[in-house]
């Protein structure tokens, strides 16, 4: 039984279908929700909350209704909000402790799971200092603590490495794996880059334009790897252009027609790749694998 379940779910902001249809099932464990901007994670997540409401379709958390559950749902799960919401004059023991008497905690059993979860995420020694002072890497590390300190059943991260270098990036990464797989609480967890979250999910849901593009285990992306071709917009000369900086990055890359193929030896790599086309200001048409499942990733076909 899973932890999640969407079924034709649609939310339609007034300009905008940020989920279209979606059908969903997120089981326990540590599941990466993968998603360019825009394409709609963080509105599933406030749907999930209770926070927003469907315009059509179900869904459930943990067997419950966030229409009329929000609630009780918000006690058993935990929520990472994306964007900066900390008050900058209180300290993290002062803020964690209040989120956990939010969330139901009686005082003794707030104080003393305040403590246990800020060393857990490495804030003990930061705990008095007021967060307007902390680093983007401290504030994230704050949100992950009041996130998880009524140690929920289920929490949902949005974008926790967001803003991260890539040593604070590769400690968060640490936290949500010991939370999912040693503290047992089931997690999903958002982000635009496939490659990391590929490192600590047990599964992947790929959404684009609040769709379902692909739900599968990690098992099964990893074995993505072998050829790509990718295919690019932009002035004559693009493809070489794209081809040239892949290669001083020390991938495997040759012509194919006006596109450019790489051997993919890491699904990281897949990153690498879109962030390249993006630093270029290249228009990313597609990358597509030669062989199997890479294409029903990276192109607009849905896989079910
Ligand atoms: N409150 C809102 N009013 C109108 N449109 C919105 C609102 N919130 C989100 N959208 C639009 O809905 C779509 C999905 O947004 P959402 O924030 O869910 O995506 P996301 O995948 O989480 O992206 P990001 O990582 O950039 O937040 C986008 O086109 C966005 O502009």
Known sequence: ????????????????????????????????????????????IKVLLGLLRPTSGSVEVLGMNPATDGPRIRELVGYMPEHDCLPADVNAAEFVMHMAVMSGLPHAAARERTSDVLRHVGLAEER?????GYSTGMRQRAKLAQAIVHDPRLVLL??????LDPRARDEMLELVDTIGHSFGISVAVTSHLLGELERIADHVVVIDSGRLLRASATSDLTDVTGDVLVE????????QRLGQALLDQGMTVWPQGDKVAVRVTDPSQLDAIRDAVVDLDLGLVRIQEVRHTLEEVFTQEAVR
């Open 158 to 163: 949005d974008e926790p490495t967001n803003g």
């Open 128 to 132: 008095h200092r007021p967060m307007g």
């Open 232 to 239: 690019v917009l932009g002035p004559a000369g693009a493809d």
């Open 1 to 44: 039984m899973g932890v999640v379940g969407t079924r034709d779910l649609t939310v339609e902001y007034p300009r905008v279908r940020a989920l279209d249809s979606l059908t969903v099932d997120i089981p326990e464990g540590v599941t990466g929700v993968v998603g360019v901007n825009g394409a709609g994670k963080s509105t599933l």
